[in-house]
C-alpha cells in the first residue's frame, strides 16, 4: 500500500456526460500528478499540483480540469466523456518539488474510467 | 519535445537468465530516472532510481546505469525469477517539474 487512495476504483459512464475523480496524497506529500494509461498502453502525463498551485501541464486535454485543495487532495474533473477517454487514471505524490531534482512518486491504485 | 524511447517492447527470457531494458532520453536537463514495475491491473511501483550524480545503482538483483552523455539510462535485472514477469516503465524528470514515461516493456520470464 503506497498511502495514496483514489477514488472510485471503478466508473461507468456515457458518452457526454461529465466524472470527477478523486485522490488523496500520501500523509505530508504537497505534489500531487495525473497520469492516464489507456489499455496496453504507457502511462500519459496529464498535470501536476503543488501545495495548491498548478506546476507543469502535459498532454491534458481542453475538456479536463484538475485542482488540489487546501488539504492536499485533488480532483480531476473530465467532461463531455468520449469513447476514447475509457482508460485507467493513475494519481501520484511526492513530497516536493525542486528545481534541480525530483523526489519519489507513489502511485495510488487507480480510477478505471469506462466510457459507453 | 522531449520523449523517451524504451525498447524492447517485449522480452522473453528463461527463469535464471539476466534481462535488460535500455531508454534514451532528449532532454538533457532531465536529472532524475527512475524504473516502475507495474503487474497486470495494479499501480506502477518504483523498483529502482538513480539520480544524474550517479553512473550506476544496485539494489540486490536490480541495477540501473546512467551514460548522461550518451543521454541512455538500462535496467539489469539479474538470476530472473517468474515473478519478474511485468511491464517495466523508465521515466525521466525534466527541468520542467514534467515526469514523462517510457512506453514500456514487456517481460516474461519463462520457467
Known amino acids: 500500500d503506497s498511502g495514496v487512495t483514489q477514488t472510485p476504483k471503478h466508473l461507468i459512464t456515457a458518452t457526454g456526460q461529465r466524472v470527477t475523480l478523486r485522490c488523496s496524497p500520501r500523509s505530508g506529500d504537497l505534489s500531487v500528478y495525473w497520469y492516464q494509461q489507456s489499455l496496453d498502453q504507457g502511462l500519459q502525463f496529464l498535470i501536476q499540483y503543488y501545495n495548491g498551485e498548478e506546476r507543469a501541464k502535459g498532454n491534458i486535454l481542453e475538456r479536463f480540469s484538475a485542482q488540489q485543495f487546501p488539504d492536499l487532495h485533488s480532483e480531476l474533473n473530465l467532461s463531455s466523456l468520449e469513447l476514447g477517454d475509457s482508460a485507467l487514471y493513475f494519481c501520484?505524490?511526492?513530497?516536493?518539488?525542486?528545481?534541480?531534482?525530483?523526489?519519489?512518486?507513489?502511485f495510488g491504485p487507480g480510477t478505471r474510467l469506462t466510457v459507453l | 519535445g522531449e520523449n523517451v524511447e524504451q525498447h524492447p517492447s517485449t522480452l522473453s527470457v528463461q527463469e535464471g537468465d539476466s534481462a535488460v531494458i535500455k531508454c534514451t532520453y532528449s532532454d538533457s536537463a532531465s536529472n532524475y530516472f527512475p524504473w516502475y514495475k507495474q503487474e497486470l491491473g495494479k499501480r506502477p511501483q518504483l523498483i529502482i532510481d538513480i539520480r544524474s550524480n550517479v553512473g550506476e545503482k544496485k539494489d540486490q538483483r536490480i541495477a540501473v546505469t546512467l551514460n548522461k552523455t550518451a543521454k541512455h539510462f538500462s535496467l539489469h535485472i539479474t538470476e530472473t525469477q517468474p515473478e519478474d514477469s511485468a511491464v517495466y516503465f523508465c521515466a525521466t524528470h525534466t527541468g520542467g517539474f514534467k515526469t514523462i514515461f517510457g512506453a514500456g516493456t514487456r517481460l516474461f520470464v519463462k520457467a
Open positions: 501520484a505524490s511526492s513530497a516536493t518539488v525542486k528545481a534541480a531534482s525530483a523526489d519519489t512518486q507513489y
